[in-house]
């Protein structure tokens, strides 16, 4: 008792630790990007700062590079471009230095500070372009400031002040909309500059945040003891129910499959085990191929996955539409003029098939976590591999847990409804209904992955 209840009040402790600078907006897969502008009557500087993810520096190794910092930034200089009344302006490198901050999981991050300067002169008034073209295909935050030293800037259209304090902490109240800033046109004059109005967001947390922070926390100490190990299989476990209970990751296509398709508590769970399957092994065979690869991006990766699980999707969606239409008229004509008051008379020759099951668990489980993802990474690089493939493995049961229970849910529901009178004679369109939720989910999912 005393062994849980020191798991518990560690757990909680964990959890009440606020966001911290390692957490990356949008994934540990990011390349962000910060531009500070500072105007001068002669000269226009710039302070840009580049924060690579754990796993970009994972795949990268800047450490092990020499003279990382001064080409790295030589490139970012060459992706600035800075005009003055439409005509362009020379930028040149002042200074570059780079620095690793420990990130989630015990893995590094990489951070690299550029100082630039073009030299203007801006004794009249002008127009100043900032375009940022440094990893263009790259997500991340980007993010720009802008202020004025003996110049003021007219109605500047960026803060003064950065939102991430210049890419140390992310406010989670942007997360939905994150900062997409890789231009900036100033209006410009000589005279004392005024600050922006426009404020800078506050930094905020959220619990599933905090728990993965929690999580990956755990994973990165140094000294394993069974109390850590047994808590960060629990929060794996909690992880990936929670993972599983966001928006787009399938309950309502499985939900709606087995429910139209007479399913049953059995297939609810062999669709649960394909997706704990399908997820644990993508999660590891992703990771290894990251880990080989330096010049593959890993956001691509998740994204042809995620075409991949809406094409699916999509496929068995049409499939039962198709199915359901061709058997609708025998169900109508089977439903009516009987005397037989068995709850499950529109539902011969509808069980689920072997195959569509799967294809939902695969379908469920094909796009893996990237926390799941990050925390094998830094098992992996601590000498930990068993078990980071453990609370990989754990994150998918989890994942599982939350899809099989929604399931299960649903086909209960679906039963007992069809046992009333009043309710038996509607379930002839269920079929129909629920394969054409499916199709418009696949569909939908497909052309969130293409065009996100």
């Not at 850590?228 to 787009?248: C, E, M, R, T, Y």
Request: with cysteine; glycine share 12%; proline share 5%.
């Amino acid at each position: 008792m005393k062994a849980l209840a020191a798991l518990v009040l560690t757990a909680l402790a964990m959890l009440a630790i606020p966001a911290r600078a390692g957490a990356h907006p949008l994934g540990n897969f990011t390349i962000n990007h910060h531009h500070a502008i500072t105007v001068h009557p002669a000269r226009i500087d710039l302070v840009s700062v580049i924060d690579l993810a754990e796993i970009p520096t994972l795949q990268e190794q800047p450490a092990r590079q020499t003279d990382y910092a001064g080409r790295e930034c030589d490139t970012v200089r060459s992706s600035l471009g800075v005009t003055v009344n439409g005509t362009r302006t020379a930028v040149a490198l002042r200074s570059a230095s780079v620095e690793f901050p420990s990130g989630e999981a015990g893995l590094a991050t990489t951070r690299l500070t550029c100082l630039l300067s073009a030299p203007t002169d801006l004794s009249t008034a002008a127009t100043i372009d900032v375009r940022d073209t440094y990893r263009p295909n790259r997500v991340g935050w980007h993010e720009m400031t802008a202020i004025g030293d003996g110049i003021a800037l007219i109605d500047p259209p960026v803060p003064s002040t950065s939102s991430s304090n210049e890419l140390r902490v992310y406010p989670d109240d942007l997360l939905a909309n994150p900062l997409d800033v890789r231009t900036v046109s100033l209006r410009v004059e000589p005279g004392a500059g005024a600050a922006s109005g426009i404020a800078a967001p506050q930094g905020g947390s959220t619990l599933i945040g905090a728990a993965t922070r929690a999580f990956t926390g755990l994973v990165g100490q140094q000294d394993l003891t069974p109390l850590v190990g047994v808590l960060a299989v629990l929060l794996s476990l909690l992880l990936g129910a929670s993972h599983a209970a966001l928006p787009g990751h399938g309950k309502t296509v499985i939900a709606a499959y087995l429910a139209g398709r007479d399913g049953t508590a059995r297939d609810a769970v062999v669709v649960g085990a394909t997706v704990t399957l399908t997820h644990t092994l993508g999660v590891l065979l992703i990771g290894l191929v990251i880990s080989a690869s330096s010049a593959l991006a890993g956001e691509s990766l998740l994204r042809v996955l995620g075409i991949a699980s809406g094409v699916l999707v999509t496929a068995i969606g049409a499939f039962l539409l198709r199915s359901a239409l061709q058997r609708q008229p025998v169900a109508i004509g089977h439903g009516h003029g009987h005397g037989h008051g068995h709850g499950h008379g529109h539902g011969h020759g509808h069980r689920v098939g072997r195959g569509g099951l799967i294809g939902m668990g695969v379908a469920g489980g094909l796009v893996p976590s990237p926390s799941a993802l990050v925390v094998l990474l830094g098992a992996i690089a601590l000498g930990r591999t068993w078990f980071g493939v453990l609370l990989v493995l754990g994150y998918g049961l989890g994942m599982a847990t939350t899809l099989t229970t929604v399931g299960l849910l649903l086909v209960r529901l679906r039963d007992r409804l069809a046992a009333v009178e009043r309710f038996r004679d509607r379930f002839t369109a269920l079929p129909v209904i629920t394969a054409g939720l499916v199709l418009v989910v696949g569909l939908g999912l497909t052309a969130r992955a293409l065009f996100e």
